[in-house]
T-cell receptor, first 116, second 112 residues
Framework: DGGITQSPKYLFRKEGQNVTLSCEQNLNHDAMYWYRQDPGQGLRLIYYSQIVNDFQKGDIAEGYSVSREKKESFPLTVTSAQKNPTAFYLC???????????????FGEGSRLTVL | SQQGEEDPQALSIQEGENATMNCSYKTSINNLQWYRQNSGRGLVHLILIRSNEREKHSGRLRVTLDTSKKSSSLLITASRAADTASYFCATDPQTEANNLFFGTGTRLTVIP
């Protein structure tokens, strides 16, 4: 079945460590996104990519890094520079829309990161 | 911020009643979308309404859009316990290509 797979579902990290969250999609979508969700704050955009080997910062990119070497994959690295990394991270993808409309986003099941 | 704001933040109703959630936003948009999220899960797309549309239906869902007031509403009719979830509006602003901005959500509880 087509969809988006995020892993791991739960991750624990010690302070000062980098961690990488995986996001893979088999929907043949060009655009992929990473959002962070904190309680009561909705979703905030970290990074997005519209094409392989290209990506743009979102509202809260500091302390995060991404790569887009393959169309299917968009991993997110949470670096030690991220001051408050404990959160629920959501990956999404979409068909690359025209400038007139951003279409429906398809989300993975999320990864919950806890810093100990 | 270009985020939408949902109202109310939380809503509790009895099974069979209708639930109405509202979303207000600040910028001109191409479309507005509603998503549902069960606790600890990913978001699921419910419905998309374009800026030139005023009302749209999908099953028990009815969405309205008033671009002059920069607001939208989501109505769930004949609610069921399985409708218990958080509901988010997301706006596609005209000034940003291929980005959606999400509100803080309405937490709906349907009591059996």
């Amino acid at each position: 079945d087509g969809g988006i797979t995020q892993s791991p579902k739960y991750l624990f990290r010690k302070e000062g460590q980098n961690v990488t969250l995986s996001c893979e999609q088999n929907l043949n979508h060009d655009a992929m996104y990473w959002y962070r969700q904190d309680p009561g704050q909705g979703l905030r955009l970290i990074y997005y990519s519209q094409i392989v080997n290209d990506f743009q910062k979102g509202d809260i990119a500091e302390g995060y890094s991404v790569s887009r070497e393959k169309k299917e994959s968009f991993p997110l690295t949470v670096t030690s520079a991220q001051k408050n990394p404990t959160a629920f991270y959501l990956c999404a993808s979409s068909i690359l829309g025209s400038r007139l409309n951003t279409g429906e986003l398809f989300f993975g099941e999320g990864s919950r990161l806890t810093v100990l | 911020s270009q985020q939408g704001e949902e109202d109310p933040q939380a809503l509790s109703i009895q099974e069979g009643e209708n639930a109405t959630m509202n979303c207000s936003y600040k910028t001109s948009i191409n479309n507005l979308q509603w998503y549902r999220q069960n606790s600890g899960r990913g978001l699921v797309h419910l419905i998309l309404i374009r800026s030139n549309e005023r009302e749209k239906h999908s099953g028990r869902l009815r969405v309205t859009l008033d671009t002059s007031k920069k607001s939208s509403s989501l109505l769930i009719t004949a609610s069921r316990a399985a409708d218990t979830a958080s509901y988010f509006c997301a706006t596609d602003p005209q000034t940003e290509a291929n980005n959606l901005f999400f509100g803080t959500g309405t937490r709906l509880t349907v009591i059996p």
